[in-house]
């Protein structure tokens, strides 16, 4: 029933193929594991801050806030003079500007109100536009003036936890609680 020659030979290769499986050179090289690295490299590019650890760049939560109210000593509760950030709604119609935005990247240029975000602008206009908070709490609406200059000159944030001073002056802004103060070219989608 059984060919005893066929079941030998097919025992044979199998054996031969595991021990070839086996020998040095047909395994896969195990890769460097780099997490370490870049976690240290993430962390070198933050700001330190006095605040505990969950609040140094608090990602949706407004640590930074949470730890002046809970009674924390800290730079924001020393200076009265930080940017608390301003109310659009508090612009009367009659005051209302309009300014020349070019979205780079959506290959088109519109007018918006200062009174408007440039996200809900572009988000009128049809485009998908990436978000998350819509409070100035993330990276996520991220964009950056596309010259680079600083972005302190074109837009004014109502809220912004998230960006540095030194990446506004890069040109990086929130575009979610960005409203203009010029007329510039924003590239939409751009994080530091």
Known sequence: MVDTLGLVFGLGMALTLVVLHFFKGTSKPVPEDIAQEVLEQRASTVPETDFPEPYNRSIGG????????????????????????????????????????????????????????????????????????????????????????????????????????????KGYMLTCTAYPTASFSVETDETP
């Not at 996200?119 to 990276?139: I, K, N, S, T, V």
Request: with cysteine.
């Open 62 to 169: 407004g640590g930074a806030a949470g730890a002046v109210a809970g009674g924390a000593e800290g730079e924001l509760e020393d200076s009265e003079e930080e940017d608390e950030g301003f109310d659009p709604s508090s612009i009367a119609d009659d005051e209302v500007e309009y300014y020349e935005i070019e979205y780079v990247k959506e290959g088109e240029t519109i007018e918006v109100a200062n009174n408007e975000t440039i996200l809900d602008a572009g988000e009128d206009e049809g485009w998908d536009l990436p978000y998350a908070c819509r409070q100035g709490q993330c990276l996520s609406c991220g964009g950056r003036v596309a010259s680079g200059e600083d972005s302190h000159d074109f837009v004014q944030h109502s809220n912004n936890e998230t960006l540095s001073d030194d990446e506004m002056e």
